[in-house]
Each structure stands twice: as structure tokens, then as C-alpha cells.
């Protein structure tokens, strides 16, 4: 196993590319434990996440999960030319989810999830030396999916329903390098969105080769969210007609992108299982991230990011070790969707190497608590943002990121 | 739960917040970035307005904060450097009270008039920063606006009772450590380790901004006796700038010394083009036959009594064409021929004498001021729509600097120049030729991240709104020609800026 495991990661490692986006992936402790694992295992109501169609092989007739994590991540940059350097201030996101199942006949089942796979949230120093593009941001977006699952027999199922989405977007950056007000203070903007709403689906299948391979196919669809009436809030503007920002609304998209996720779950000598799961997430919808300005004394906003496909190789192990507790560790190798050039600081992710472990602790037949632990490591990487403009000229905003995130995860399974 | 929750992530909390990510080599790091064999620890900066980062024609907060010495001693932070303080003006505005009453004007901002034509004026308000109000403590930056090299070590120079006479600069008075103290003595008490040394520039440039009306007082020894836009001697320069290093190296400091760049790589004498004068082919007809005689008859006729030179008579010959034209203006190097005028056998009236008394054409290599502008066209008498300045009026001579001048000007400059570079050598001191980095601005410019920089007015990014003095940007680029000069000088790595985060103008409507 361990085998497998090195040889994975360094086939992998020497795809050389920069990673990153807004995806956290943090949709359940027991998955979460395992690698972000779940298209293939049957398990808990966090298959109306992993695997819709999985549902429906639940042994339990009612079946609720609810948990948080707590995202600790840093962003260190620096410029050795300059000496420049930052380290972000980032407040601690805690995602949330709630999965609950319902065992209808013994061929359908029903689900409801809540659950937040996108989001961002990034604080650097106010007037930092990469302020032009980002002072800070805050990106949310919660998800919301009744589900149905039923099978066809007992080596195939399938599953799915619709998204609602509603999102919220708060970013604040300066205006350029060097504008400021009379007294020194650097002009900036703060873009708001809230309630911003679109719909979505996913669709999935299971296929159970034997009682201990599954197969497990899962599609969530791409959900762009519209800011139709968003806001812009100018501040240390100075007072002439040179410089006619004023305050007024805003036009942006922001993509969810689709994603698409295979994998298989093997379970072998009587208490072991091993999962894996590869996602594809399809970044190309995000091309650029445009501001369009009511007023029109406002030249428009344009950001190249030029997002391409990215792809997660996550393996996970299980272990019921005693009747109490049921440990868990996994591995996954995350694949930045960032191209070299587009590196921008409000999500400077390059490609992660994502250490998991977790337990579940079993209090009695109905009640469980789930725990686990995340440590993303990102390398120390030399990037820059080739596509920052001013009159016309091409201003790179290049450094060395270095970046980690640390999430412990607490959540609670009800079964009946 | 809620609790266990809580107090879970609490813990987590104080235990991840150490988990920062750490660089294989972080620049904040003691040795990534080195010193060589200076000692930034105590950096004093010493000069006039350029190191005191006076911009826009007055000294304010943000244009301090972004002088030369302040950028430098931000990037010697990184290599050893120690805090550096700056007499800090009260305020943006810029102008300074004497005991309620202003005496310097405001800063200028980029304003838009009411035809949508930006252009600068002085920025409306009451400033706040009276001299009168002394600062206590020392300051690393001791940049005086205004001062020469003889007033770096003239006791007194920042005595605020000795402000309205002038014998006193009211910048020294806010910050000098008694009535007799020295600018130099001032410095030299606060220990440096590291010092820089630009001076010299008002030694010509007040000449050079008033057009020459001022003394080239080369062979007066005696500084006391200078007005304030004269030229002061080289060997006075020389006399005094040595005994300002020798103050300033006398306990072993390092240092870096900057020379003079040429007023002619400065968009105070470069913006106002020396042919702004249009004229159809009518008006040149008119004008020309008005000269006529002047030509033909009055210039050979004194140059034949030997009066005047051929040459001189050639310079003072005028004459229009359709299209731009050169300006007439009054040169205070040519023959005062007013009275000879008035006699035999030219017996013109005085009034007319007067006007070619020392009347010529401005010429192609001549510099026309910055503020000129606002004269040259104008007709300064509502009621004559005929004497318009430049045509039937002569500029006044302090707004050329003439080729005699800018002679004068640039004889004195090379000299300073090289008793700076040679005590520089001398001392193994660290020198910056502002002279050729100025000249590069100036002639096509420098390429930096985001532009070209260029000493264009307004545009050029270099230079600030009074034309002299430069944009945060323009201090920037000095900071890093210094910074580069000791790197090379002393084997140190300081980190240089880019120069593109650096402001330029400030707009602002009054």
C-alpha cells in the first residue's frame, strides 16, 4: 500500500504545474479523514455529498451528520529585490455541513445537504506591496441539495437532484500602486455581493462489483453566480475630476465550476478499507474576472485568470479497530488550476501535497463523533501575476509564496 | 457541544497560529541581506531640499515620507539599518507660519480649471506648521530646504529670530538645537555610523530659477556678502564641503557623497519652449517693419563706432516670420545702450532707448523659465491690446536664463563636481553621479516597471509641480542610484525599490 502510495506521488510530482482556485474541500469529517475520499464508499449520510446513489445502501433508516472544520491557512510572500514581504492575516473559516438520509422503501432513498465547497477567505496588511490586486477577500458560497437515490439492485444505483446556491463576495483592493488622497491614503474599492443565487445538479451512480469493490461515478454541475446588483465602495478618492470614482453598483460572475469525480473502495480483510478517488474540476469557465461598473466614468475591471482543468488523486484507508473507534488516515495530491503568469495573491495556491487522519468515536448505537485533522503543505514557490495593467503597460507582480493551511474538523453522525 | 466546540477550536487556535509558513530563506532574516563593511546603524542624511523631500514647491508630510533618505533608510532596515526620524512637517498643505503670520506658500496639486484644463495651482488652506513651534529631540534626516553649502556650517542658521531678515532658514529654526547651531554640528552630534552628503545644488540653482538676476560671485571669498541668487565661489564650495566631511568622517563613518546635476535636465527650464510666440505672416510684416530701421541702420551703425561688437550686433538683430516665433526679452549681459540711443545721431526718445536699451531676440539655446508661462502672450495692460509680453514687450530677464549664464552656471557646477568626486576618492566614500542619471531622465529617460520615467512636466513622472524638485517616484530612483553606489562602494546587498510604487503629482481641486 505504502508502495502505491510513493509511486503515485512521485508520478505526480513531476507534473510541474502551479494549483490552487477557491475549492476547499472539506465536506465531511469522516471523508475528510480519509483523503476527501467517498465516490465509492458506503458509509454515512456524507454520500449525499460523495455519492448520491450510495445513499440508498445505507444500513440505517434515518441517518444525520453535521460538523465544522476550522481553516487555519497562512500565506507567507516575499520579494528578495526588494526586500517586500507580507504574511496574511486570515480570519479562521469555519465551513459547516449537515447531511441527513432517509431509508424510504428498501429500493429509494432521500437526502438533504448543506454544505460549502467553494470559498475563500484571504486578509493581507492593508497597502501590502500587492495591494493593487488584493487587500483582502471573502468568498462564500453554501450549496443546498434535496437528493434522491434509488437502486436498481443490488450492484447498481443511482442518484442525484438539484443545487440551489446562494453566494457572497466581499473583495477590497487599491486602485492602482501609487493613488491616493491629499493626505497620503491609498485610494481603494470594496466590491460587495450577497445573495447572489443560481441553481445547479448533480448526478451519480454506484456500481458494486462484489460485496467489497464499489465503483462510484459522481458529476456536480457548474454553477455561475451573477452579481446583478453588487456594490462598489470607493474610499481616499481624491477630490478631482481626473479621478471620477464614485460610489455605485457593480456587474460580476464568479464560476462554480463543474466537477467530476470517479474512484472505487475496497474492502478487505474484514476490518480494512481503501478508497480512492479522482476528481477533475473544470476551471476553464474561469476565464477572467470582470467588473463592470454601472457608472461609466468607470473604466471596467478586467482580471485574467485563464483558469485550465485540474485534477485531485486522493487515497484513503479505514480502519475499525474496535467496536469504539474507527480510525481513519488518507493522502491527496491537490493540482493548482493556476497557469504560470496568473499567480494572483487573493488565492496563491500552487500544487499541494494533503495529509489527512481522523476517528470516530462510537457512544452507543445511535451516536457518533467524527474527528479529523488536515495539514496541506504547498511548497515554497516563485510565481508572478503577468496580467496587472497600468496605462496600457504590463506590471508583473512577482514574489516567492509560501503557503499552508492546518484544519481540524469536528462533527457529530445521528442514527436511527 | 457548542462548548466543546468552542474551546476545541480555541486550543487549535493558539496551537496553529505559531504554524506559520516559514521561507527556506525569509529576507527578514539577519544576513540575507548584508551591509558589507558600512554601518547602517546610525544613518544621517545631510543636504538641502532634495534630501529634506520637498516637492511641489513646499515641504508636507507625505512628500517627507517619501524623500530620498527615508526611502533609503527603509530599505537599510533589511541590512542593519536603525530607526530614522524626520522633522516632520504638521501637516499636507505644505506652507510655514511664522508666529501666525504665512510666510512660505502651500504645496502645488494638479488642479482641473473650469474649461477641464489640468494644470498646477497652489493648494487653498491655512497651513498649521509655525516655526516658532520647536521640535525637541534630534532627527536623522537634516535635508534643509533652501540651504547652500556655506550655510551647512554657519552658526545661527537656525535662529527663528534671524527668519525675516534672512539670515536664518525657517526649516533649520524648527528643528535646530540652539540658536548657534550648525547644521553640520547638529548632525555630526547625533554619532552617525553612515551618512549622505548632497549639497551644492542652491549654490547655482537659485541663480538658475531667477533667471540669473543674482552675482557669479566665482573669486568673492567671502559667503557673507552673497545675495541670495548669486553663484557661490567654487573654492568657497570647496573650502566648506571639506570641512563638512571631514566633520562628518571624523569618527569613522562611512558614507555616500552626491554630486550636482545641470539645470538644464530640469523641466523648469526645459517646458516653456524658447520659440512660444505665433504669429501670422501680417503681424511678422508689421513687426519687422517696425525693426527696420534697428536692423539695417541703428545695429552696423553702432557696431561701425565700436559701440558694440559685430557679434553683439548680429545677437540684438530682430526679426518675425509666419509661424513660432522667438520671443524679444531684456538680457542684462548685453550693452545698455538706452542713453547712447537718446543722442546723436540716433536722438530716439527715451521711452523707445529704453525698450532696446539691451533689447534682443530669446535664441534657440537660451532656457525660458517654468513660470513664464504665465506671462508670455499676456497683455499686462487691459487697455493697450497692443503690448502683449514677448512681442512688443520684452520678457523680463529673470525669466531666461541666457547662454552667458547657463556658462556661468555650468563652470561653477563642474567645478563643485569635481571636488566632490575627488573627496569621495580621497575618503574611499561612496559617490553618485547625479549629474548622468539626471541627464539619462531627461534625455529619452529611464525604463522602470510600469513606464518610462522622464523629466516631462506633469507627465513625465519625475519631476514634481514646481518643476525643480522631484515626485516621490523621481526621490525613488535617486534612492536607488544611491543605494547602488554603496552596494558597489562598501560589498553591501541592500534591496532596492521599485519605483513604480512610487506616487508622481497629487490631483486635487481646490
Known amino acids: 500500500m505504502k508502495k502505491v502510495l510513493l509511486l503515485a506521488v512521485f508520478a505526480l510530482a513531476s507534473a510541474v504545474t502551479y494549483a490552487g482556485g477557491y475549492r476547499v474541500s472539506l465536506q465531511g469529517n469522516k471523508a475528510l479523514a480519509m483523503g476527501h475520499t467517498g465516490v465509492a464508499v458506503v458509509n454515512s449520510s456524507e454520500s449525499v455529498f460523495f455519492n448520491p446513489a450510495a445513499l440508498v445502501y445505507l444500513e440505517d433508516k434515518f441517518s444525520i451528520s453535521a460538523g465544522v472544520h476550522g481553516v487555519f491557512s497562512n500565506i507567507a510572500y516575499q520579494d528578495t529585490e526588494t526586500g517586500a514581504n507580507a504574511r496574511t492575516d486570515s480570519p479562521v473559516g469555519t465551513p459547516l455541513y449537515l447531511y441527513a438520509s432517509y431509508q424510504a422503501t428498501d429500493w429509494l432513498a432521500f437526502g438533504l445537504g448543506v454544505y460549502t465547497p467553494y470559498g475563500s477567505s484571504v486578509e493581507y496588511e492593508d497597502d501590502w506591496a500587492g495591494s493593487h490586486l488584493v487587500n483582502n477577500i471573502d468568498l462564500q458560497a453554501i450549496y443546498i441539495q434535496p437528493t434522491v437515490s434509488f437502486k436498481i439492485n443490488d450492484k447498481l444505483s443511482f442518484g442525484g437532484g438539484p443545487i440551489y446556491v446562494t453566494g457572497s463576495v466581499n473583495f477590497n483592493r487599491n486602485l492602482n500602486r501609487t493613488l491616493t488622497d491629499l493626505d497620503g491614503n491609498r485610494s481603494n474599492v470594496t466590491i460587495d455581493a450577497s445573495g447572489v443565487s443560481n441553481w445547479g445538479w448533480v448526478a451519480s451512480a454506484m456500481v458494486n462489483l462484489t460485496d467489497d469493490l464499489h465503483i462510484g461515478a459522481t458529476y456536480r454541475s457548474e454553477i455561475i453566480l451573477d452579481a446583478e446588483d453588487g456594490t462598489a465602495e470607493f474610499e481616499n478618492i481624491p477630490n478631482s475630476p481626473l479621478t471620477p470614482f464614485e460610489n455605485t453598483s457593480i456587474k460580476a460572475s464568479l464560476p462554480m465550476p463543474a466537477e467530476m469525480t470517479v474512484g472505487m473502495s475496497y474492502d478487505f480483510c474484514e476490518s480494512w478499507t481503501f478508497a480512492f478517488d479522482y476528481n477533475r474540476t473544470f476551471w476553464d469557465v474561469y476565464n477572467s474576472l470582470d467588473i463592470d461598473f454601472a457608472n461609466e466614468a468607470i473604466p471596467d475591471s478586467k482580471n485574467a485568470r485563464n483558469y485550465k482543468n485540474a485534477s485531485i488523486y486522493r487515497f484513503g484507508m479505514q480502519y475499525d479497530a474496535t467496536k469504539m473507534f474507527t480510525l481513519r488516515a488518507g493522502y491527496y495530491f491537490d493540482e493548482s488550476p493556476v497557469r504560470e503568469g496568473y499567480f494572483a495573491p487573493e488565492t496563491p495556491r500552487n500544487d499541494s501535497n494533503n495529509f489527512t487522519a481522523g476517528l470516530t468515536v462510537n457512544l452507543g448505537e445511535h451516536l457518533q463523533i467524527d474527528a479529523s485533522f488536515l495539514y496541506s503543505h504547498f511548497k515554497e514557490v516563485d510565481a508572478s501575476y503577468n496580467y496587472y495593467f497600468e496605462n496600457g503597460v504590463a506590471v508583473p507582480f512577482k514574489g516567492t509564496y509560501k503557503t499552508n493551511a492546518f484544519v481540524p474538523g469536528l462533527g457529530l453522525t445521528y442514527k436511527l | ?510
Open chain 2, 1 to 510: 457541544m457548542k462548548n466543546i466546540l468552542k474551546y476545541t477550536f480555541a486550543v487549535l487556535a493558539v496551537g496553529f497560529v505559531s504554524c506559520e509558513p516559514e521561507f527556506d530563506s525569509p529576507v527578514t532574516d539577519d544576513g540575507f541581506y548584508s551591509s558589507g563593511t558600512a554601518n547602517l546603524s546610525k544613518y544621517v542624511s545631510v543636504g538641502n531640499s532634495l534630501t529634506a523631500g520637498y516637492a511641489d514647491g513646499a515641504l508636507y508630510i507625505t512628500g517627507q515620507e517619501n524623500s530620498y533618505p527615508n526611502i533609503m533608510a527603509e530599505q537599510f532596515m533589511f541590512a542593519g539599518g536603525g530607526e530614522f526620524s524626520q522633522p516632520l512637517m504638521n501637516d499636507n498643505m505644505g506652507g510655514l507660519l511664522l508666529g501666525g503670520t504665512q510666510i512660505t506658500e502651500n504645496r502645488f496639486v494638479l488642479a482641473v480649471d473650469a474649461n477641464g484644463n489640468p494644470g498646477p495651482v497652489r493648494l487653498e488652506g491655512t497651513p498649521t506648521t509655525d516655526i516658532s513651534n520647536k521640535l525637541s529631540g534630534s532627527f536623522n534626516n537634516m535635508g534643509v530646504p533652501g540651504a547652500k553649502s556655506f550655510h551647512l556650517v554657519a552658526p545661527g542658521y537656525g535662529n527663528v529670530a534671524g527668519v525675516p531678515t534672512g539670515a536664518a532658514n525657517p526649516y533649520f529654526a524648527r528643528f535646530a538645537s540652539s540658536e548657534n547651531a550648525t547644521v553640520i554640528g547638529d548632525a555630526v552630534a547625533q554619532n552617525p555610523t553612515f551618512f549622505s552628503l548632497w549639497i551644492g545644488n542652491n549654490d547655482i540653482l537659485s541663480y538658475a530659477t531667477s533667471g540669473g538676476a543674482g552675482v557669479d560671485q566665482t573669486g568673492n571669498f567671502d559667503p557673507s556678502t552673497y545675495g541670495g541668487n548669486d553663484i557661490t565661489d567654487p573654492n568657497v564650495f570647496a573650502s566648506v564641503y571639506s570641512q563638512q566631511v571631514d566633520a562628518l568622517t571624523a569618527s569613522g563613518a562611512k558614507g555616500v557623497l552626491v554630486n550636482i546635476p545641470e539645470v538644464t535636465s530640469i523641466p523648469y527650464f526645459t517646458t516653456v519652449p524658447t520659440n512660444a510666440i505665433p504669429l501670422d505672416a501680417t503681424t511678422a510684416a508689421q513687426l519687422n517693419a517696425q525693426f527696420a530701421a534697428y536692423n539695417t541702420q541703428i545695429l552696423p551703425g553702432l557696431a561701425a563706432l565700436g559701440v558694440i561688437t559685430p557679434e553683439e550686433a548680429a545677437l540684438r538683430m530682430i526679426n518675425f516670420s509666419a509661424g513660432q516665433n522667438f520671443p524679444i526679452m531684456t538680457d542684462d549681459d548685453l550693452t545698455d545702450l538706452t542713453t547712447i540711443l537718446q543722442g546723436a545721431p540716433f536722438s530716439l526718445p527715451p521711452q523707445l532707448a529704453a525698450l532696446l536699451g539691451q533689447l534682443r531676440q530669446v535664441k534657440s539655446d537660451d532656457l525660458i523659465v517654468l513660470i513664464a508661462s504665465s506671462e508670455l502672450g499676456t497683455t499686462p495692460d487691459p487697455n493697450n491690446p497692443q503690448g502683449v509680453i514677448g512681442i512688443t514687450i520684452p520678457l523680463r530677464d529673470g525669466l531666461v536664463l541666457s547662454t552667458t549664464e547657463q556658462a556661468r552656471i555650468t563652470a561653477a557646477s563642474t567645478a563643485y563636481n569635481a571636488t566632490i568626486q575627488a573627496l569621495a576618492g580621497a575618503k574611499g566614500l561612496a559617490f553618485v553621479d547625479a549629474k548622468a542619471a539626471l541627464a539619462r531622465v531627461a534625455n529619452g529617460g529611464v525604463v522602470y516597471d510600469g513606464g518610462v520615467l522622464t523629466s516631462q512636466f506633469v507627465t513625465g513622472g519625475a519631476f514634481s509641480l514646481d518643476g525643480v524638485h522631484p515626485t516621490p517616484r523621481g526621490y525613488a530612483y535617486t534612492a536607488n542610484l544611491i543605494i547602488q553606489a554603496i552596494n558597489d562602494t562598501y560589498d553591501a546587498t541592500i534591496p532596492m525599490v521599485h519605483i513604480g510604487n512610487y506616487a508622481t503629482i497629487t490631483v486635487t481641486n481646490n
